[in-house]
């Protein structure tokens, strides 16, 4: 059974920095495993914010380059998303999602898309304030 665990969400000021963490275990194929981060705001849609094959390319919704930074540590067991310069807006339910085997195709559109990723966490809260 997959397992996705989130870790790291607090309240911080507009400027600040925060580590997510997503803990993964129960990925049955250690080739094409792709994790990614989402967000969802108060009252609106789930959106992609950052995602990466693992030991391969990364992928990052405008809004966030330059801000955040997704990594794997060396185990590959654990996804970071660093997330400096914080702003208001970044507010929001942060959930890290996974998927083992080849999505439909390679670029942003595709790994920033909720449909691609069957596995979920329970999210953790972000909240930035002014």
């Known amino acids: 059974q997959v397992q996705l665990v989130e870790s790291g969400g607090g309240s911080v000021q507009t400027g600040g920095s925060l580590r997510l963490s997503c803990a993964a275990s129960g990925l049955t194929s250690s080739r094409n495993i792709i994790v990614g981060w989402f967000r969802q705001p108060p009252g609106k ?9 693992l030991g391969g390319a990364t992928y990052y919704a405008d809004s966030v380059k330059g801000r955040f930074t997704i990594s794997q540590d060396n185990t590959k067991n654990t996804v970071f998303l660093q997330m400096n310069s914080l702003k208001p ?41 002014s």
């Not at 849609?45 to 094959?53: L, S, W």
């Not at 999602?97 to 670029?107: D, I």
């Open 89 to 129: 807006e970044d507010t929001a339910l942060y959930f890290c999602a996974a998927r083992s085997g080849p999505p439909s195709g390679w670029n942003s559109w595709i790994m920033l898309s909720h449909t691609t990723y069957p596995h979920w966490g329970q999210g953790t809260q972000v909240t930035v304030s």
């Open 45 to 53: 849609d789930r959106e992609g914010v950052a995602a990466m094959y």
